[in-house]
């Protein structure tokens, strides 16, 4: 945040020089990019889902293109690709200015919808001259063009300061156009989404209960947490051991710690009837997650009270407040920010932890990571990963909103 | 305040019970189990539907995790029926030094007997197929060697031949895996003649060998592994019987299978009709071709006209 100021400072001297490069980030994944595309395979073409595939690269997609679909495919993909590329080599050598920073976001925006556009388009026309078990994935060279176009949108963006819930909907915008293309059937061609048809069913009710278990073990451990998180901060003497049973707790590998639960669970099920307690299924992993969240959240907790100033706590009592009052208007507003950064932290924690708990028939997306990691089929266990990794960004887009709506909250004057 | 907090808890507490709770269980239903591996899943959507056809209500719990766990759960009640395999009764029992698992009818007598006195459970009867462990060699250095029964096989690397396998730790380690074939048939792999991988899964294994990664030519691999001829492999034939039998069987709760005699006549001759060939072409399906265990399993009930 501080940094900003100081590059734009720059060396006065440089500036006399013409041609200078103004945009560094940009012209650094620039350079990587190109070495990606010369170097990186952009698809896979492999004769089932369990093999290896080949790699193509992207220059070797024109020369499969060529025989098949005459001269319209080289033109159109070649002007997709070069244009906004030509655009981000110009911007590399113009002066930053908000204008600069938007058009750096369109077509950033633009190349990384082509790359995508191209991969499903490409894995269409190799798909179509091979049996229909060969399966066709995207390459490394795919991932890494993707992911650096939308790092310089995601860094343009950044520049162009804009307000967090403007931010937000700017960068979703950004990546509108790949969810229309998944949406549209163009990517259909892909090994992923293969893996996708295969198992909707699975896919969709994975959704709904991944979120289920996030939830279900959020609500516990902040019930828990932040108790002992007041606790820790009022008696250093109870911290000490406090936190050093959650670390140890941290350690235990979940896997573990689901068959030892199985039996007692399984006991307090039957003295408990009509309680829902199993096993198996949703309560071992949820009382596996409540353990491993317990410890961000009581950190947080105790390290927001403890950066609330002892003076201010002492004017608050000075001008008459009780413990209680002073609790809930001094100490709870001063430490929200910090307790809120530690909820951000464990819920992001959370949905990826959350892909363990598959392994005691919990279900989630773990079910689809595991089925693949078992089965070595590389695209089904993505099918599993890439909505755990949309979800997390999503639940911390969610809270920076949070974040900014209470900062907003708290500039207005108190009533 | 103290009452609104008091409230905000409550409804809170509530909250929780019920996401906690989750769907209403169905109530008296049968809890289908299975293990997390592509067999597992798909034997356990062949009980799911041949018992649906036949009336009887089920509830999904399939691909809940590993042996160990699926056992557990079954044992503690968690579920109702699940498919295993005989000759792991040796360790769930601890009678690993009887001879009967190496026979498929009295291993599946052995395990039966054993598993209704100590813990209730009922097997019922075993598909005629053996899912146990075996050495698959790529078919080009099969042919090349003539290459067909593991006496073959001892016989090749006893007299200096190439071969490198990959395998789990377990299957190097256990004396009735690796060790066993070895003292049997005459042979012994040096340390760099192995690779081994973390984890059973024979996919990966199955892989490494048909990508020759790290010069691997031979694979730990299981009797009814489904991608086996598509990536040119072929399993050793285990001629002197090291090996116990693993044929897969239902294994039923006694307490639900009184309930519901049922269940047993409807499962006996689906199990029957899945010999090794048809299991592992089913298994294929679903590991190479990549369809859903629950499709391959409706398509395969229908066309032996098991359900309509």
Known sequence: MSGAPAAV????????????????????????????????A??????????????????????????????????????????????????????????????????????LTSFV??????????????????????????????????????DALQRLRLPPARHLAAHAAVLLPVVLLLASGALDALSLLKEYENRQDVFHAAGWRHLQIVLT???????????????AARQPRFAAPLFATLNLLQTVPSIALFGLMIAPLATLGEWLPGSGVRGIGLWPAVVALVIYALLPIVHGTAAGLQQVPAAVREAATGMGLTPRQCFWRVDVPLALPVLLAGLRL?????????????????????????????????????????????LALAVDAGFTLLEAGLRRWRAEPAV | ??????????????????????????????????????????L??????????????????????????VRSALIAGEIDIYPEYTGNGAFFLAD????????????????????????????????????????????????????????????????????????????????????????????????????????????????????????????????????????????????????PVYAPAPVVRADLLARQPKIATLLEPVFRSLDGATLQALNAQIALEGQDAKKVAERYLKSKGFIR
């Open chain 1, 9 to 40: 400072a720059g060396r006065p001297a440089g500036a006399a020089r013409p041609r200078r490069v103004r945009q560094r980030v940009l012209a650094l994944l620039l350079v990587a990019a190109l070495a990606a595309a010369a170097g990186l």
């Open chain 1, 42 to 111: 952009f698809l896979t073409v492999a004769p089932n889902r369990l093999v290896t595939g080949t790699g193509v690269l992207l220059p070797a997609l024109w020369a499969g293109a060529a025989g098949a679909e005459g001269a319209a495919w080289p033109a159109i993909w070649l002007m997709a690709l070069l244009l906004p590329t030509a655009a981000l080599v110009v911007a590399v050598w113009l002066p930053p200015s908000r204008a600069v920073h938007a058009a750096v976001v369109m077509a950033a925006t633009a190349l």
């Open chain 1, 117 to 154: 556009a191209l991969a499903g388009a490409g894995a269409a026309m190799r798909a179509g001259t091979l049996p229909e078990i060969a399966r066709v994935s995207l390459g490394g060279g795919c991932w890494v063009l993707a992911l650096l176009s939308w790092l310089a949108a995601g």
């Open chain 1, 217 to 231: 073990a959020l609500l516990p451990a902040l019930l828990i947490g932040v108790p002992l998180g007041v606790a």
């Open chain 1, 346 to 390: 464990t819920s992001v924690q959370l949905v990826g932890l959350a892909v363990v708990a598959a392994l005691i028939g919990a279900g989630g997306y773990g079910a689809l990571v595991f089925q693949g990691l078992l089965s070595s089929a590389l695209d089904l266990v993505l099918l599993g990963v890439l909505p755990v990794v949309a």
């Open chain 2, 1 to 42: 305040m103290n009452l609104t907090r008091r409230s905000v808890l409550t409804v809170t507490l509530l909250a929780m019970a019920a996401l906690a709770a989750g769907p209403a269980l169905a109530q008296g239903a049968v809890r289908v189990g299975s293990k997390i591996d592509t067999e597992g899943s798909l």
């Open chain 2, 44 to 69: 356990g959507n062949i009980i799911i539907q041949t018992l649906e056809a036949g009336g009887i209500k089920t509830e999904n719990r399939l691909q809940l995790g590993t042996t160990k766990i």
């Open chain 2, 96 to 243: 690993e030094k009887n001879p009967a698992w190496k026979n498929a009818s009295a291993g599946y007598e052995r395990v039966k007997a054993l598993d209704a006195e100590k813990n209730k459970l009922v097997w019922l009867r075993p598909a005629p197929a053996n899912n146990t462990w075996a050495i698959a060699v790529r078919s080009d250095v099969a042919q090349a060697n003539k290459l067909a029964t593991l006496d073959d096989l001892g016989r090749y690397v006893a007299g200096g031949g190439k071969l490198k396998l990959a395998a789990s730790a377990e299957f190097v380690e256990r004396p009735d895996a690796l060790p066993a074939f070895q003292a049997a048939y005459g042979f012994k792999l040096r340390q760099d003649q192995l690779l081994t991988l973390a984890g059973g899964d024979t996919a990966l294994t199955i892989k490494t060998a048909a990508e020759q990664t790290s010069g691997v030519n031979a694979a730990m691999a299981y009797g009814t592994d489904g991608p086996l001829a598509a990536l040119k492999l072929v399993i050793m034939e285990d001629s002197k019987g090291v090996q």
